[in-house]
């Protein structure tokens, strides 16, 4: 039966049960469906060239030992087998690959096979996820036939593209714009078109990245003049459109506001994306007038979880992966000693309120096991009673802290900045990198940038043009840092120069090395501090 | 407009909306239900009073057209009011002010308020109902149109605030409008030759009754109830007296108007039969369509519950449920799984089809055992699908549910625990009905009774059969399962393995019974892991163990015998003990029919190859063969003789002790020991057994010690007082060889030399092959040389006399073909009497070893 089928023919609470029936595990039952799963997973690893690589001659009988005896992965432990493809050392035979930006890696891309199985999985989660973006409470929902839906999130072969051709074949959507038409289309293109349709033809349902709607809805006008709209524009306008525009048009003018997303548009459900989402969430419900829904994934780990029907923290699916926690300080210990092994946790061994380094096995006959994915979450709750949940609920933080995320666009690490620095030709002796957020909540990447005092231009390049120049090679590098100034019109490098020797002697200063990437905010405080000191007692020295 | 034609659709119509009503009004009740009756009233009041109206029935046509009326002003509030407890709204506000406002609006209407004028005029011979509306027709209609857009608000609310299926409404949505459809065509087409309004009617009864049907609320075997039947047939045979009646009055005036007086009479029995013929038909016509299946699966039901309480073995129960199965289902194959015995595992024990995956099994923990068993009921694939426990299921097992394609799932549940399940394969487009699945989970219900029954009952049998402290099969179960095996292997080979811990007296002594049973404990899960299903261990008495191993042979007993102990060993020096301790075993083996021709002779020579295992020093495994020399795996010889010299020793010392204390019977000993051990030889025996009997019948006498010397050596006949003491030397012999545990493998043919092959010895009386087979050598031997010596109280008989004697007694005191043997062997000279016997020395014993 497909979902539109389910949809007429049972009640909301079965098609709940179907979907969203996860959330009624308790956590012994969620453990238990995890265990097995994982246990299949062992099975078919050890029955492939890439499981016999971490499981020896035995494969692991139990979790324990699977714990015990399969070490920490990076994508690195599989690039020789997925970036060429090798589909007969996998242990299911995949359907289709998907890629993504690999930060430090040896090469741009990464990528991760996909199975049927997986595919299922998804196609499952995915529905649940926006029968919860159109839900207010327990077992109540609001899905519409033909519902227009606007899908701005990435497409394929990022994970997030998926999405239409899954949930097409299960219920009537109208894509806006159309999916045949939207593949001509670039990415830009294709949102911007789609918003350009919502407006005259309205929309049930909205999927997109948080930055992008965040961008969209505070650019929101209707009409050149902010809040006058042309006779052109209004052609083709759906009379229902048409009433609500004007509506909030007069009410604009009435009150002295601005329009607001929420004022023509009413969803049903609004699905948000990215890795910033938690800064935005609270400003988007107020210009939508519906709370997104906040959805976490990536191309390892497909579809990780959904927040429920209150949108307040995401709760994992248990059948997507098997998880496993670092704890934040040991996470931190592991980037500064590479030899360090952290300890894991189990999702019923989690402690409210503290931070926690992903790491995941693909179940289905997915590739990863005990996948150092990279992202960091924070344990909210470990039980909800009030909403009857008794599994954990998270929030996304950030990637791990030797990786600055802008806007869930790009992902920089210190190799991305060395090779960037070295293709520019800049004559840059040392540097620290950090991200940072400006008034609008938008986060960048801002660098602390020493010239070589050899350098005679060293004495000539001001931030500006060192900026220039390294942006150049930054978006010639990553494409995706290039999409953050094509979408949301941000420029994501902000760069302030240092003397020559400021770091080494700040880092004597205080007796330890600063990481490059990411250093604690306190620290760039107190470097600030130290050079104006500096440059007060008259020890700053320029070449 | 012909009469029949002018009343036959308000006449049907009335019937159908009656007859639902009856059924209704007959079931068992809740609101909603009374809601519908009510409803269903108001259609009996619409048609039935249509049809009146129609044939200006008494009290006239005004009366039946208001009664009619008010059946149809009545139908949009009774619709709300049906509606309203179908999506279970609360608050009656609504409710009242609209069943207040139709009240109104139904006393108005009988002062004609809204339609005036009713009138059935012949036209062109046609008789057609008119009338005329008033302007002030349009407030019913108006409120029909408010009340029925109140009604779809509620299920609409329904659909989207509590998430009912859209598709549940699909039958109250066409008859509703069908019913509305057919007043708009009625009074826009005028069509009085159709009466569309009264069919339409008729058709939103059953729409109604459909959907409480498909929610469960509404059985169809409650329109074969009694009472509806009743009134129906009433109903119809005051319609038919009511038609029929003037010319039956015209009929009865014509041939009887002489007997006037009897003219009620006759109209009552007439009418009576004729009510009585309406029951009749239409019970068996509603019984035929409507109980007829329920009944039959009643009578399944009883039948399957009577012949499954008959039987307590599993394989029938699943048998019998398989027929049932196959007689009373539609559907492609069903599976038939059943638990294990330790309920891992369900394995296929039974299919409708030939085809039958044996291999095909489900784990206790498979998602689809742990749904049935959580929830005790039946469950499609596809709803099954839809579960959270669903999303656990391995890829491989929805394949091979797929593949078996599995439609419907049954549970066999009993007290919580699931005891198997049944798979359906349906056939294509077939999906099991409400109907079915509750017949199916009764037939489930009285077979998981059964299944536990069953498994009671094997569990009893099997705490029979098991010896408590090791689990293995006990001595009396065994010997029924080498039996069994031995008629199996009647045309092929049985090996008889049995296994005698060494000292193990000492080793409890040494470690306490505690430790003991615990390494009886160990030592059975070592044997049962080595022979697996190669073959069936018991626990043969107290430190023994016997394995039968049916199509083996010898060699594959001594391998899994050296198996055996080589993880014996590994286990009492690995962990669990303190220290390593040592203990070990001997092992006999024999076959079947190399070695042994019967089953006896079978346990017999596995026996005496233990104790021949025993004697060559222990720990090792002896391989019973008549044709050569013990085969010894893994002996030490040189301790094995050393031993043996010990115990030559032992019986020459007991010898002389009772050639000491009875001259007469000086060397009989030893002559009996010569003569038993010649003829088993003979017949043939392997040379260890004729060795165990040759030193049985040195000390078969052994007991005459404590047989006083006066009646050793009385003269004359022994009074019955001195037999009876004379016949106690048996248990002496036996009380003083259990003293000597290196001779105790002796026992069985001292025991026996005084048994008869007719029953009648003594000391236990057996009788036949139940008597070992050294007793019956020693029997004739010890018999013969009696006779051949001198004694007190006669002179020798010759040994021709002697062996007349043991002829005419074969069959009665001696088995006949060792007996025949024997006077062969002595006759051709093959056992030379006195000679060897009095030259033998029991220091000899120990050049035999």
């Known amino acids: 039966m497909r979902f539109e089928e389910k949809l007429k023919n049972l009640s909301q609470r079965e098609v709940w049960e179907e979907y969203c029936g996860f959330l009624e595990l308790n956590i012994d039952e969620y453990m238990q469906m995890q265990t097995r799963l994982l246990m299949e997973q062992i099975d078919l690893m050890s029955r492939c060239a890439l499981g016999k690589r971490f499981f020896a001659e035995q494969p692991p009988k139990t979790l324990e030992e699977f714990r015990a005896r399969v070490p920490l992965t990076r994508f690195d432990d599989y690039a020789d087998i997925l970036l060429v493809k090798r589909e007969e050392a996998l242990p299911a035979p995949p359907v ?15 990528c991760a096979p996909y199975t049927e199985g997986m595919l299922d999985t998804y196609r499952r989660n995915i529905l649940a996820a926006m029968i919860l973006s159109t839900s207010r409470e327990k077992y109540s929902f609001r899905i519409r036939n033909n519902a227009k839906v606007l899908f701005s999130l990435a497409p394929l072969p990022y994970a997030t593209g998926l999405f239409p051709g899954l949930v097409d074949p299960e219920i009537k959507i109208r894509f806006l714009p159309p999916l045949r038409e939207a593949h001509k289309l670039s990415f830009s293109e294709r949102c911007k078109k789609g918003f350009k349709m919502s407006l005259k033809s309205g929309m049930n349902q909205f999927y997109g990245m948080t930055s992008i709607i965040y961008n969209m809805s505070k650019s929101f006008s209707f009409g050149s003049g902010g809040g006058s709209a042309s006779l052109k524009e209004l052609a083709g306008v759906s009379p229902v459109m048409l009433y609500r525009l004007l509506k909030a048009l007069y009410e604009s003018k009435r009150d002295g506001k601005p329009v607001r997303p929420g004022d023509v548009f009413k969803l049903d459900g609004f699905v948000c994306v990215g890795t910033d989402t938690a800064l935005y969430k609270d400003e988007l419900e107020e210009m939508w007038g519906i709370r997104p829904l906040e959805v976490a994934g990536g191309t390892e780990p497909c579809l990780l979880g959904t927040e429920t029907w209150k949108k307040d923290g995401l709760v994992f699916f248990p059948d997507n992966c098997f998880y496993e926690f670092i704890p934040e300080a040991d996470m931190l210990r592991s980037i500064e000693d590479p030899a360090y092994i952290p300890p894991t946790y189990l999702m019923n061994e989690l402690q409210a309120g503290e931070k926690y380094e992903l790491v995941l096995t693909t179940l289905r006959g997915g590739a990863f096991l005990r996948y150092r994915v990279g992202d960091v979450y924070r344990c909210l709750r470990t039980a909800k009673p009030a909403d009857g949940l008794d599994i954990p609920q998270f929030e996304y933080v950030d990637r791990v802290p030797n990786v600055i995320d802008i806007d869930g666009f790009t992902r920089i690490t210190n190799r991305e900045i060395d090779r960037v620095i070295e293709l520019s030709g800049l004559r840059v002796s040392d540097y620290l990198a950090a991200k940072e957020y400006d008034a609008d909540k938008h986060s960048y990447l801002h660098m602390y940038v020493e010239m070589d005092a050899q350098d005679e231009r060293s004495a000539i390049v001001e931030a500006e043009i060192f900026k220039e120049h390294l942006g150049v090679y930054f978006r010639y590098f990553d494409s995706d840092y290039n999409d953050l100034k094509r979408l949301i019109g941000v420029d994501p490098l902000v760069v302030t120069m240092l003397p020559p020797g400021t770091i080494r002697a700040f880092e004597h200063s205080c007796g330890r090395i600063l990481p490059r990437v990411n250093p604690k905010r306190s620290d760039l405080l107190d470097l600030e501090s130290f050079r104006k000191t500096a440059r007060r007692s008259g020890k700053e020295e320029r070449p | 407009m012909s009469v029949p034609s002018f009343i036959i659709v308000p006449l049907l119509c009335f019937f159908s909306s009656a007859f639902l009503f009856l059924v209704v009004v007959a079931s068992k009740k809740n609101r909603l239900i009374v809601a519908f009756i009510h409803l ?8 039935g009073g249509s049809v009146l109206m129609r044939l200006s029935v008494y009290p006239g046509m005004e009366f039946w057209y208001g009664v009619s009326a008010t059946g149809i002003f009545c139908v949009p509030f009774c619709i709300y009011n049906f509606l309203y407890f179908y999506t279970n709204r609360r608050g009656s506000f609504a409710r009242t002010m609209w069943f207040l406002i139709w009240l109104v609006i139904v006393v108005l209407n009988w002062f004609n308020v809204f339609i005036t004028n009713q009138r059935i005029e012949l036209i062109n011979g046609v008789r057609e109902f008119h009338y005329d509306i008033t302007p002030l027709a349009v407030i019913p209609i108006v409120v029909a149109a408010a009340t029925l857009f109140c009604a779809c608000r509620m299920v609409w609310n329904n659909i989207r605030q509590d998430g009912v299926a859209p598709g549940s409404f699909t039958p109250l949505l066409i008859g509703v409008l069908v019913m509305f459809l057919g007043l708009i065509v009625q009074s826009v087409f005028h069509l009085v030759w159709l009466n569309t309004d009264t069919i339409f009617c008729g058709v939103n009864a059953v729409c109604l009754y459909y959907a409480l049907y498909k929610k469960r609320i509404i059985t169809l075997s409650s329109m074969a109830a009694s009472r509806p039947i009743s009134l129906m047939a009433v109903a119809f045979g005051t319609i038919t007296g009511v038609i029929v009646f003037p010319y039956a009055e015209r009929l009865y005036d014509r041939f009887f108007g002489n007997y006037p007086n009897a003219q009620v009479f006759v109209y009552c029995l007439f009418f009576s039969v004729i009510t009585i013929l309406y029951f009749t038909v239409l019970r068996a016509l509603a019984g035929k369509l409507f109980v007829k299946n329920q009944e039959a699966r009643e009578r399944e039901l009883a039948k399957l519950g009577r012949t499954i309480s008959a039987s307590l073995e599993i394989d029938t129960t699943v048998e019998t449920f398989r027929e049932f199965l196959l007689q009373n289902c539609v559907m492609e194959r069903a599976y038939i799984l059943l638990a294990d015995e330790n309920k891992e595992n369900y394995r296929i024990a039974a299919c409708t089809q030939d085809i039958v995956l044996k291999n095909f099994s489900i784990t206790a923990e498979h998602p689809l055992a742990v749904w049935l068993r959580s929830h005790a009921e039946s469950i499609s694939y596809q709803a099954f699908c839809r579960t959270k426990e669903y999303r656990s299921m391995w890829a491989q097992e929805r394949r091979a549910l797929e593949e078996l394609r599995v439609d419907f799932a049954l549970p066999i549940t009993s007290d919580g625990a699931l005891l198997g399940m049944v798979l359906f394969s349906a056939k294509k487009g077939h999906v099991f009905s409400p109907a079915e699945v509750s017949f199916l989970e009764s037939a489930a219900a009285l077979v998981a009774i059964a299944f536990k029954n069953a498994s009671l009952y094997v569990e009893m049998q099997n705490e029979a059969r098991r010896d408590p402290l090791t689990e293995l099969y006990n001595h009396r179960y065994f010997l029924k399962k080498l039996k069994a095996d031995f008629d199996e292997c009647a045309e092929d080979r049985l090996t008889l393995l049995m296994i005698s811990l060494d000292d193990f007296r000492l080793y409890n002594e040494l470690y306490g019974t505690q430790d003991g049973d615990l390494a009886l404990q160990r030592f059975s899960r070592i044997i049962e892991s080595i022979v697996g299903e190669r073959g069936t261990v018991s626990r043969f008495a107290g430190k023994e163990f016997a394995v ?26 690995g962990a669990g003990y303190p220290a390593i301790r040592r203990l070990t075993f001997s092992a006999g083996i024999c076959s079947y029919p190399f070695s042994a021709s019967n089953m006896d002779d079978l346990l017999s020579y596995a026996n005496m190859a233990v ?27 040189g301790q094995a003789r050393e031993l043996d010299a010990a115990r030559a020793s032992t019986i020459y010392a007991l010898t002389a002790a009772i050639d000491a204390k009875d001259n007469y019977t000086f060397r009989h000993s030893d002559n009996v020991a010569h003569y038993a051990a010649a003829l088993a ?15 049985a019948g040195l000390l078969h006498d052994i007991g005459k010690i404590g047989v006083p010397e006066a009646i050793l050596t009385k003269q004359g006949r022994l009074t019955a007082e001195e037999y009876e003491m004379m016949k106690q030397h048996v248990e002496g012999s036996i009380a003083m060889i259990r003293h000597l545990p290196s001779l105790d493998y002796l026992i069985p043919a001292v025991i026996g030399h005084h048994e008869r092959w007719d029953g009648k010895g003594y000391p236990r009386g057996l009788a036949g092959e139940a008597i070992p087979v050294g007793a019956r050598c020693l029997c004739i031997a010890d018999t013969f040389d009696a006779m051949t010596s001198n004694r007190p109280y006669r002179r020798a008989l010759t040994v021709e006399t002697a062996l007349a004697e043991i002829e005419r007694n074969l069959g009665l005191q001696f088995d006949p073909q060792l007996g025949r043997l024997f006077i062969n062997l002595v006759r051709s000279g093959r056992i030379q009497i006195g000679e060897e016997g009095e030259n033998k020395q029991p220091a000899q014993l120990k050049e035999k070893q």
């Open chain 2, 681 to 695: 030889k003979e017949i043939p025996l392997d040379a260890d057994h004729v060795e165990i009997i040759r030193q």
């Open chain 2, 40 to 47: 269903l009233f108001c259609f009996v009041l619409w048609t």
């Open chain 2, 611 to 637: 104790y021949s295992a025993k004697r060559s020093g222990k720990n090792t495994t002896v391989v019973y063969s008549p044709d050569k020399d013990k085969e010894i795996t893994d002996a030490a010889s």
């Open chain 1, 96 to 110: 289709l690959w998907l890629s993504t930006t690999w930060e430090g890696g040896d090469r741009p891309f990464k």
């Open chain 2, 548 to 573: 039968s191993l049916p199509h083996l042979d010898a060699v594959a007993a001594k391998g899994i015998a050296r198996e055996c102990r080589a993880l014996l060993e590994r286990e009492m020096s």
